[in-house]
């Protein structure tokens, strides 16, 4: 019986230190957390250009670039250290249980951000406002479009800074925001 | 509620006129020969867009495309989609178009037994014998697995699909894809892939307590207890609007994962977009767009 309640003193501390911690998170959550909303910020500088609303400038995507190559790879993982979940944070587990998959996630993250940068010179694709339609994806007349679209998983695909430096700058920057949205997906709790 | 109702009086129903009955009850509609050459590009195309390919692909762990296997928990028990590889044993390799035109239009397996709603057949209802003959053309070159998916581990009574014939005979509606007459082809496809292929209310409609979509009420109005604890928010046009969306920018973001607020999307949306929404046409995401931005209540 004793140990019930020492339990449930227990339980009740964390729930309040849970509650505390919520209205505003402290230590490394609160240093990634700041690191997902410079990267927020930058992403959303730039997304009314790519989307042909305002007028393209390079400088601007290479400086964007920067920011998310700066907060990617190794910097963006370092801030995960094992046991750092839970409220406030919105990681997933998975992150710890997964971490060779979140790294690669990261580490392309940092690729694709340096194929971005070297992208900006490239301008914006022609008449589209996105680089990579369907119709290119779809080719070869079978339900996998000859594997591009369907191999291993959310990795599939990956490419070199290279090839993602040859894009147009529109195609370049939904690739790097596809990365956000696939490492989102699989590593990031939704609360909202 | 009506329906609920509707559904308690079928189940009282039930001890009267007995449970044989019911079990052998046919149901469905034995759907014409279908002798249409398909486009295999078109059916590709289509499966995408009606995320055969994301539910029925384990990217998880990898799994070969189609090959099923990915667990659903439902609040009834957990389900696992179906292998839809060519294998003649555990996939769809033995069946025929018809058959295939009955499972993806009218939910009803080639043994006659209805399948789980959870499998957004409803939203397939008005599929034409073209778009079926396409997308059978397409599974024709999905590559065989032969390995079964896991079995359903659904709770008492919701694992007797016997139950699934009053289910359907309660909730079963046909889908809001028919145009609007008078409003512009862009919003019409829109219509035609929102309420159609692209099963939007699938997660954005709330559901009831066994599980059939609010859809005269709760249209659009968001689900806060998606299977394995996810969330759908709201998208109806007014919610939409006061969280800063414009059909350009959801157009983007079907695309790229990126919101309003420079965020990217996680969780299911991201599933959708990265398996699904960013293969279609810039037009197709147009129209999507176009049709959740603009008022379509009642349609």
């Not at chain 2, 059978?136 to 032969?146: D, E, K, L, N």
């Not at chain 2, 109005?221 to 046009?237: E, M, Q």
């Not at chain 2, 279609?280 to 049709?291: C, F, G, K, N, W």
Request: aromatic letters at 8%; one cysteine or more; charged letters at 20%.
């Amino acid at each position: 019986m004793k140990k019930l309640t020492v339990i449930t003193a227990f339980v009740f501390t964390s729930a309040a230190f849970a509650a505390y911690a919520h209205g505003g998170a402290t230590g490394i959550v609160k240093e990634r957390m700041d690191a997902m909303s410079a990267m927020g910020k930058a992403v959303k500088a730039i997304t009314p250009m790519m989307r042909g609303e305002i007028e393209f400038n390079a400088a601007s995507v290479r400086s964007v670039a920067k920011t998310i190559g700066n907060h990617a790879g190794a910097d963006l993982t370092e801030l995960f250290p094992e046991g750092s979940g839970g409220a406030p944070s919105e990681t997933r587990d998975a992150v710890w249980t997964n971490w060779n998959e979140f790294t690669e996630l990261a580490e392309q993250l940092e690729v694709y951000a340096d194929g971005l940068a070297r992208a900006a010179n490239n301008g914006m694709m022609a008449g589209t406002q996105s680089g990579m339609s369907s119709g290119a994806m779809m080719g070869g007349s079978s339900m996998m479009g000859g594997g591009t679209m369907m191999g291993g998983g959310m990795m599939q695909g990956a490419m070199t800074a290279d090839d993602i430096a040859g894009m147009p700058v529109d195609g370049a920057f939904a690739m790097v925001s596809q990365v956000c949205s696939a490492c989102h997906t699989k590593f990031r709790a939704e609360s909202k | 509620m009506k329906r609920i109702i509707l559904f308690g009086s079928g189940v009282a129903l039930l001890g009267i006129v007995g449970l044989g009955t019911l079990v052998i009850w046919p149901i469905g509609l034995k759907p014409d020969p279908i002798e249409l050459t398909g486009d295999v590009d078109r059916g590709a195309y289509l499966a995408r867009a009606s995320g055969c390919i994301a539910c029925h692909t384990d990217f998880e762990d990898r799994g070969a495309p189609l090959a099923g296997g990915v667990k659903l928990d439902t609040p009834f028990g957990a389900l696992y989609s179906a292998n839809l590889t060519t294998d003649p044993e555990h996939g769809i390799g033995d069946w025929t178009i018809e058959e295939f035109a009955k499972a993806v239009r009218q939910g009803i397996s080639p043994e006659g037994e209805p399948y789980y709603p959870a499998f957004t057949y409803p939203f397939y209802a008005n599929f034409t014998d073209q778009d079926i003959a396409d997308l059978w053309a397409a599974f024709q070159t999905v590559p065989a697995v032969s390995q079964p998916a896991p079995s359903h581990q659904m709770a008492f009574p919701f694992d007797q699909r016997w139950g699934l014939k009053l289910w359907r005979a309660a909730f079963l509606e046909p889908p809001r894809t028919g145009p609007i007459e008078g409003n512009d082809p862009v919003w019409n496809r829109g219509r035609e892939l929102v309420e159609g292929a692209t099963h939007c209310a699938a997660c954005h409609t709330g559901r009831n307590i066994l599980g059939a979509r609010n859809s005269d009420d709760e249209h659009f109005a968001g689900n806060p207890s998606l299977p394995g604890g996810n969330k759908a928010p709201a998208i109806d046009h007014e919610t939409l609007q006061s969280r800063d969306w414009t059909v350009d920018a959801l157009a983007y973001a079907l695309k790229t994962g990126i919101t309003p607020s420079g965020d990217a999307f996680g969780g299911s949306m991201g599933e959708v977009v990265l398996q699904g929404t960013q293969f279609l046409t810039v037009a197709d995401r147009q129209a999507i767009a176009t049709y959740l931005m603009d008022d379509h209540s009642g349609g």
